[in-house]
């Protein structure tokens, strides 16, 4: 029988509540399948004069519950130009097969995996892994060299046990001229070389560890374009941009602009009349012809002087005096008074048989005598 009632709905309610608890406070048993840490984590830095690192990761592997079958070793591309010489062996130098790659879409790091026989807790392995970084020292002044190097990234989710790096410089350094972060266990000098030891005992999950050496100067440092975009996107994106934008610039002020106007061959002309020149002379000049413009200008301006009568057809002369009284009221028709003088162009136009067409008869007048320009 089904309850109903109040009752039965308080009583559903209870029962969801108590197999949600019970979802969430039981973990997967997946996820306990599977226990291990690092009882010891030794990575040694030899340092290169040519600005190279070979790095060797001596990774021991304790095995707490579950059986393991492979590895893998995840390498930020991050403070070096390449990877090369990827390698990986057991803890008697036994090389073991992996496979290396870039996996750019998934962590942008480069990917080390290696497999190996079945190995049931508790157990404890050891492998090798070894690799060499190009370009790795920094310059932060003009007389030292630096190792910036993180020797344990945030990705481990295990405990460490114990951890000591251990950097060899390419020359034997005295220890003052060191400068160095953490501060280390031990400075020796064996066989001409100087090396700094690191370590740290207990290092917990998700915990960096990272070292910097100062020394004197054994290589000039310069990077490449594809790392500066590489590490710092940000910072080449805003150079490039504005990089782009004066480039365009410059390019408009040189080419992009209306190109300036090129000074003819010859004498240049004179673009600004003389004050004392009427606009009929200074169209003549500039046309050097009798173009319509001018022309009717001129002979309106003789006429006004007196030098010219106009005349028409007997029938239409009255129309076209009132038309010349409408255009020039100031200025009576009929036989005027020569007075002032005329230029050399108004002189020439007195002379042109183009004056005939047009009906236009001048008085009887000497050109010579009417003066000079």
């Known amino acids: 029988m089904v309850p109903r009632g109040p009752g039965a709905v308080v009583f559903s309610i209870l029962l ?3 197999l949600s608890l019970f979802a969430v406070a039981s973990p997967p048993v997946r996820a306990q399948e599977k226990v291990y840490h690092l009882a010891s984590n030794a990575v040694t830095l030899d340092l290169d004069a040519n600005g190279s690192i070979r790095i060797a990761e001596r990774l ?33 130098g036994t090389p073991e097969s992996f496979a290396f790659w870039f996996a750019p879409q ?50 481990w989710s295990v405990f460490t046990d114990n951890l000591t790096v251990e950097v060899i410089l390419p020359l034997a350094v005295n220890a003052s001229q060191l400068a160095y972060s953490p501060s280390p266990i031990s400075i020796s000098q064996p066989r001409g070389r100087t090396v700094v030891t690191f370590g740290y005992a207990a290092l917990p999950p998700f915990t960096s560890y990272r070292v910097i050496v100062d020394f004197p100067k054994v290589i000039d440092v310069r990077f490449g374009i594809a790392r500066i975009s590489r590490e710092s996107p940000i910072a080449t994106g805003t150079y490039t941009f504005f990089g782009v934008v004066g480039a365009m610039v410059c390019l408009w002020a040189v080419r992009g602009r209306e190109p300036r ?25 500039l046309t050097q012809s009798l173009e319509l413009p001018g022309l009717l200008a001129a002979l309106l301006d003789l006429a006004k002087k007196g030098y010219l009568v106009f005349h028409g057809p007997a029938q239409a002369g009255e129309a076209v005096r009132q038309s010349v009284r409408d255009l020039l009221p100031q200025v009576p028709l009929g036989l005027f008074q020569a007075r002032g ?31 000079s320009t």
């Open 341 to 371: 003088h005329i230029r050399r162009c108004g002189r020439k136009l007195l002379g042109q048989a183009l004056l005939q067409p047009f009906g236009l008869l001048h008085k009887s007048f000497n050109p010579s005598s009417l003066g």
């Open 261 to 285: 106007a090129r000074r003819p061959d010859g004498e240049a002309p004179v673009v600004t009349p003389p004050s004392d020149l009427e606009p009929e002379s200074v169209a003549f000049l």
């Open 16 to 18: 969801l509540a108590l």
């Open 106 to 155: 998934a962590t942008g790091e480069w990917h080390i995996r290696w497999s190996f026989p079945p190995a049931a807790a508790p157990a404890v392995r050891t492998f090798v892994v070894r690799y060499t970084v190009t370009n790795a020292l920094l310059q932060p002044t003009a007389t030292l060299n630096r190792l910036d190097w993180q020797a344990v990234g945030t990705g």
């Open 60 to 92: 021991a592997f304790s095995f707490d519950l579950g059986t393991f079958s492979f590895a893998y070793r995840d390498i930020p591309w991050r403070g070096f130009d390449d990877i090369l010489a990827v390698s990986v062996e057991d803890g008697a």
